[in-house]
């Protein structure tokens, strides 16, 4: 079973950074595709950033040039890192993997974390 814990989440002024981290036991991050996705009250679940087994990586529009997702395969852990963070990022931030690409891609990957808070003020 693969289980996904966050961290990092916090509250900062616009034009911040900040960085989270998602650990991942239960399988190896190098044979899982990952991705990070983000919901505000109201709102559906958003993808932000995704990356597969052999770290290719696609970016929602909004973050490109500003967030990057990568793999740290040392301490199966997925990172976000978040520059230039405007209001618009406040939300509820989740890692989630599957095996496959697609599901990821599609929003429905079949493990998920519990969520890490980021708050941004103008």
């Known amino acids: 079973q693969v289980q996904l814990v966050e961290s990092g989440g916090d509250s900062v002024q616009a034009g911040g950074s900040l960085r989270l981290s998602c650990e991942v036991s239960?399988?190896?991050?190098?044979?899982?595709?990952l991705g990070w996705f983000r919901q505000v009250p109201g709102k559906g679940r958003e993808r932000v950033a995704v990356?597969?087994?052999?770290?290719?990586?696609v970016y929602d529009d909004s973050v490109k040039g500003r967030f990057t997702i990568s793999k740290d395969n040392a301490k199966n852990t997925l990172v976000l890192q978040m520059d230039a963070l405007t209001p618009e990022d406040t939300a509820m931030y989740f890692c989630?993997?599957?095996?496959?690409?697609?599901?990821?891609?599609?929003?429905?990957?079949?493990?998920w974390g519990q969520g890490t808070q980021v708050t941004v003020s103008s």
């Open positions: 989630a993997a599957d095996l496959g690409m697609g599901s990821v891609l599609g929003g429905t990957p079949k493990y």
């Open positions: 990356i597969d087994d052999i770290d290719d990586t």
């Open positions: 239960g399988a190896a991050i190098s044979v899982l595709c």
